[in-house]
């Protein structure tokens, strides 16, 4: 029998029989899903989103709009597709009584993009998420938006979750700063709903870093997308002018951070995985991996939309600057304590604040399996030694898991804690997995 209070069993990581030959179909982005449900929510009229991703953050994201008063269904006509009628901004004249309610999960997404789309609702909206979201950095998107008259109520450790925007109907703009050295989010979250503030928004970031810079030209792109105007031509400062955001069909592309750990498997196994859909040029981080890859033993090349990377099993140490990709930090960690010489990873002490603290689980689990990982000021160096089998902790972090399996398929006797986490962005995680390896 089965309870929900019994931990799942522990996944046995496959180890790779031989060289791989795979073509992996990749789930939608997830970044990309988020943003472009915010637009639709809040454009000026119906849109519809193909291929979305539909995973824990996307469905959290939907889930959430559509608690603020959006549609969004799906089209019978189009399996897949979300068609999404957008919120309807009533303004104050139009308030709703009660308190609207927001479950973050774990995501990034929805906890910082969604306060600022909350402070135009027309009624209170509380925010919370899992316990590991209670610790997640929010200080500075909370911070801006009290700067700019809305008000906020903290209901735990400040700068935290839970805590409740009183949407009262419009927001009138105007300018802030912000420190986003802990999450490019909170700039982004502050991009999306500023075409609908009275007099548009000016961003300044005033921390010493800024991380994942390629997610904020991605805010930055699908807002002209969508009509509006950007001027992101002063470093660290963003214009948005007020106006409307237009009604859009959009397709997803598919998750570039997701795909680098079936890409990584053919450079620790030997042999070629292929992912289509690969986009042309892209505002994902993942638009790095092939470069990446190259530095690390790996042949790579773009046949029309289909990306392929071919490997030896040899995997060379490097010295990386990710500050604009930490997202597929633990992916290129995994890699990393399978190298033949010693990997530095340098400008991501904002993992600190991801689903877990990153450079902490990291190192952790790479000396739980007989490694070497020590933790920088802002990153890890990993110092390759002969791994043994263990079972890999995840923290709730579905990255944790996918390092968990790009590790199982060099080292036998890799048991992976709770991989059903990577629900979290990839539906199936294991199926897909297990597909490639097969
Ligand atoms: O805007 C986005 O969609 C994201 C931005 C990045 O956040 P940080 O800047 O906090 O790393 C990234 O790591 C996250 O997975 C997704
Ligand atoms: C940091 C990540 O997620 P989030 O959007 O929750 O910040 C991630 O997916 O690696």
Redesign the pocket.
């Known amino acids: 029998m089965t309870s929900p209070d019994v931990a799942a069993p522990d996944w046995p990581a496959p180890t790779a029989a031989g060289p791989l030959d795979a073509t992996v179909e990749v789930p939608g982005?997830?970044?990309?899903t988020?943003?472009y449900l915010v637009l639709a929510a809040l454009a000026d009229g119906p849109g519809r989103l193909r291929a979305p991703l539909r995973s824990r953050d996307t469905l959290l994201m939907a889930q959430a709009l559509r608690d603020l008063g959006a549609r969004i269904e799906d089209d019978p006509a189009a399996p897949g597709d979300w068609l999404v009628t957008p919120l309807p901004l009533a303004g104050p004249a139009g308030a709703t009584a009660g308190t609207a309610t927001v479950d973050c999960g774990l995501a990034?997404?929805v906890m910082?993009?969604l306060p600022a789309v909350a402070a135009l609702a027309d009624r209170p909206v509380r925010f919370d998420g899992d316990a590991g979201a209670r610790v997640r950095p929010m200080g500075p998107v909370l911070a801006a938006l009290r700067d700019l008259g809305v008000e906020v109520t903290e209901h735990g450790e400040p700068g935290h979750l839970p805590f409740t925007v009183a949407g009262s109907g419009g927001v009138p703009g105007g300018a802030v700063d912000v420190d986003?050295s802990?999450?490019?989010?909170?700039v982004?979250?502050l991009l999306l709903a500023a075409a609908r503030f009275g007099r548009g928004l000016t961003v300044r970031h005033t921390g010493p870093t800024l991380?994942?810079l390629p997610?904020?030209e991605?805010?930055v792109a699908v807002l002209r997308a969508a009509g509006v105007e950007v001027d992101d031509s002063r470093p660290t400062i963003w214009r948005v002018e007020p106006g409307s955001i237009a009604a859009r069909d959009v397709r997803v592309e598919p998750d570039l951070?997701n795909a680098a750990p079936f890409l990584c498997a053919a450079v620790v196994a030997g042999g070629t995985v292929r992912v289509p859909g690969w986009p042309a040029s892209t505002t994902q981080?993942g638009g790095l991996l092939p470069g990446i890859l190259e530095q690390m033993g790996a042949t790579t090349s773009l046949d029309g939309d289909v990306l392929s990377v071919s490997g030896t099993g040899v995997v060379h140490g490097v010295d990386l600057d990710l500050r604009a990709?930490?997202?597929i930090a633990p992916t290129i960690a995994a890699l990393a304590a399978l190298g033949d010489g010693p990997t530095r990873l340098r400008g991501?002490a904002?993992?600190r604040?991801?689903e877990t603290d990153r450079l902490a689980a990291l190192s952790a689990e790479i000396t739980r399996l007989g490694g070497q990982a020590e933790q920088t000021a802002d990153g890890l160096v990993i110092t390759p030694r002969p791994l043994h089998g263990g079972t890999v902790r995840t923290y709730a972090d579905h990255r944790m898991a996918t390092f968990g399996a790009l590790l199982g398929l060099a080292v036998p006797g890799v048991l992976v804690q709770d991989v059903a986490t990577t629900a979290k962005?990839i539906p199936d995680f294991v199926g897909l997995w297990d597909g490639m390896l097969a």
């Open positions: 982005s997830k970044s990309l988020n943003r990034g997404t910082r993009f986003a802990a999450s490019s989010q909170f982004s979250g991380p994942s997610h904020i991605m805010t951070s981080p990709a930490g997202e991501i904002h993992l604040g991801h962005t």
